[in-house]
């Protein structure tokens, strides 16, 4: 995705349901959250540190879970601390599928407005663009025929 020209970026709709096929069970709706938190996390640390990007997060576990995903309730975290994704992976696979799908793309639009609220949406872009328009395996898999 080129950069955006004068605010023609669009935020994603959803972020983690393009990365999952349909039906996908829970534990592979949880894999495709942790790939992409990787990738934010790799655009992410070198800029605001591994402090930085674990505030962002467990503020966005705060929003997700008062907008209705109640089990993503940070109050476990330390403050501080490093991300516990294999911790928050292993939360999303013991849920429903649909609710792991739900709960998880609320988190990382909640993260993604509100690293766009504190730096500015031209910024956020530039730093998470790249890594919400990458295509899927499955995209990719659709793409490239054997």
């Not at 999952?20 to 534990?27: I, Q």
């Not at 655009?43 to 990007?53: F, K, N």
């Not at 609710?99 to 988190?107: K, N, T």
Request: net charge positive; glycine share 8%.
């Amino acid at each position: 995705m080129p950069p955006a020209e004068s605010g023609d970026f669009r935020r994603p709709q959803a972020l983690l349901a393009p990365r999952v096929a349909s039906g996908a069970s829970a534990e592979a709706v949880a894999l495709a959250w942790l790939l992409l938190w990787q990738a934010v996390e790799r655009a992410l640390i070198p800029i605001v540190g591994v402090r930085g990007v674990a505030a962002l997060f467990n503020r966005s576990l705060r929003l997700a879970a008062e907008a209705g995903h109640p089990w993503l309730d940070p109050r476990r975290a330390e403050p501080g601390s490093r991300v516990d994704a294999p911790a928050l992976q292993a939360r999303l696979a013991q849920r429903g599928s649909a609710e792991a799908l739900a709960g998880g793309d609320a988190l990382l639009k909640s993260f993604d407005s509100l690293l766009a609220s504190l730096v500015g949406e031209s910024l956020a872009e530039r730093l998470l663009g790249a890594v919400w328009s990458q295509p899927t395996r499955r995209q990719a898999a659709q793409d490239n025929p054997p």
